[in-house]
């Protein structure tokens, strides 16, 4: 019985609806095949964590070959603080530990799972920094309501105020290395020379991309 959940939250990969900032350089096709990518490298890089039970926290249901329908659990209205703290309040209902990404950080090392699961054992929560100021991951073993409370999103000084709440409820955390999201052209162009480099990190990805570059 695997001991966490790992929450991958994620859109529904359609045209129009994912990787907004993408879409003038790409096309909404291209965004949206990009972001199908992205869900289906996280989603095989999470079932690789023998300790971890995979869910896809999506804003609509859909369904692919590559997860089962009871997978699938829809996110609640609200802000991304209010989103978080009801999916990881639940997970924390069914397993000890629980840990969400988002599924715009295409090759993240199964390794910085490894590290947040480990960092767990003695910690009361994990981050994981993100290039922009933010956090790509988080992981708790009690999640209080209001812990996520009233922190200002997508902003370069994020992860210093959920660190800065964390610790006003008296919670030890831990932050592992850093990672990127892949939202706009800068992050897109540090994506392709990472797969460049290393195509098996993300290798749906990294397939896409070749073949995108193709047919330039």
Same mark, same amino acid.
């Given at each position: 019985?695997?001991?966490?959940?790992?929450?991958i939250?994620?859109?529904?990969?359609?045209?129009?609806?994912?990787?907004?900032?993408?879409?003038?350089?790409?096309g &909404?096709? !291209? @965004?949206?095949e990009? %972001?199908? #990518?992205f *869900?289906?490298?996280?989603?095989?890089?999470?079932?690789? $964590?023998?300790?971890?039970?995979?869910i896809?926290?999506?804003?609509?249901?859909?369904?692919?070959?590559?997860?089962?329908?009871e997978?699938?659990?829809?996110?609640?209205?609200?802000?991304?603080?209010?989103?978080?703290?009801k999916?990881?309040?639940?997970?924390?209902?069914?397993?000890?530990?629980?840990l969400?990404?988002?599924?715009?950080?295409?090759?993240?090392?199964?390794?910085?799972?490894?590290? &947040?699961? !480990? @960092?767990?054992?003695? %910690?009361? #929560?994990? *981050?994981?920094?993100?290039?922009?100021?933010?956090?790509? $991951?988080?992981?708790?073993?009690?999640?209080?309501?209001?812990?996520?409370?009233?922190?200002?999103?997508?902003?370069?000084?994020?992860?210093?105020?959920?660190?800065?709440?964390?610790?006003?409820?008296?919670?030890?955390?831990?932050?592992?290395?850093?990672?990127?999201?892949?939202?706009?052209?800068?992050?897109?162009?540090?994506?392709?020379r990472?797969l460049?480099?290393?195509?098996s990190?993300?290798?749906?990805?990294?397939?896409?991309?070749?073949?995108?570059?193709?047919?330039?």
């Open positions: 019985m695997p001991e966490a959940i790992v929450c939250f994620a859109k529904p990969p359609e045209p129009g609806s994912v990787k907004m900032r993408l879409i003038p350089e790409l &909404a096709e !291209r @965004a949206a990009l %972001a199908e #990518a *869900l289906e490298d996280t989603v095989a890089m999470v079932r690789t $964590l023998d300790w971890a039970e995979c896809i926290v999506a804003t609509a249901a859909f369904e692919r070959s590559y997860f089962k329908p997978e699938v659990w829809l996110q609640s209205e609200g802000d991304l603080g209010e989103r978080l703290e999916v990881l309040r639940l997970a924390l209902k069914r397993r000890p530990i629980v969400a990404i988002g599924a715009d950080t295409p090759g993240l090392p199964a390794a910085y799972m490894e590290s &947040a699961h !480990r @960092a767990l054992v003695t %910690a009361d #929560a994990v *981050l994981g920094p993100s290039l922009d100021g933010g956090f790509y $991951l988080i992981g708790l073993k009690d999640c209080p309501v209001g812990l996520l409370e009233d922190i200002q999103w997508s902003h370069s000084a994020t992860l210093a105020a959920t660190v800065a709440k964390l610790d006003q409820f008296g919670m030890k955390t831990v932050l592992i290395n850093p990672w990127f999201d892949v939202d706009g052209h800068e992050d897109f162009e540090r994506l392709r990472q460049a480099n290393d195509p990190a993300a290798p749906k990805t990294a397939e896409l991309l070749r073949s995108m570059s193709e047919k330039q």
